[in-house]
């Protein structure tokens, strides 16, 4: 017998910081982002210190038009919640950019801080097809 548990975290609360993620700055990172953070793009997949992490986001605003659209998300403890979205966006230049992205979240005493993050691009190819 499959038990489903109910979401106690605030979607919204977290899905506004996701979106933050996207047009912050450093301190912005700084801020949201915990002690350490495990990402993996396709360029890149390591673990990050905050600092190491924040020094990434040096272009504030690089993203426009944003749409995120919820795909799942699971809260395997009370204080950490996992979401996976697909994400729609213009870069600065005016290219579009599709991904499936999944964030991990871990509850401190000062909020969420995101302690987990990964972009799977969805090329142009397969957005036709599917």
């Not at 949201?32 to 990434?56: G, I, R, S, Y």
């Not at 992205?101 to 995101?114: E, L, P």
């Amino acid at each position: 017998m499959t038990v489903t548990k109910t979401i106690t975290a605030n979607k919204q609360e977290l899905l506004d910081i996701e979106k933050g993620f996207w047009s912050g700055d450093s301190a912005y990172y700084e801020a949201n982002a915990d002690v350490e953070c495990l990402v993996a793009f396709p360029q890149m997949a390591q673990a990050m210190t905050n600092a190491d992490l924040a020094k990434t986001a040096t272009k504030p605003n690089k993203w426009r038009d944003l749409d995120i659209k919820l795909k799942g998300m699971v809260e395997p403890g009370s204080d950490i919640v996992m979401l996976t979205y697909e994400a729609r966006a213009t870069r600065e230049n005016g290219e579009s950019y599709v991904a499936l992205v999944s964030t991990g979240y871990v509850h401190r005493a000062d909020g969420w801080k995101m302690m987990f993050h990964a972009q799977t691009p969805i090329e142009a190819a397969e957005r036709t097809q599917g």
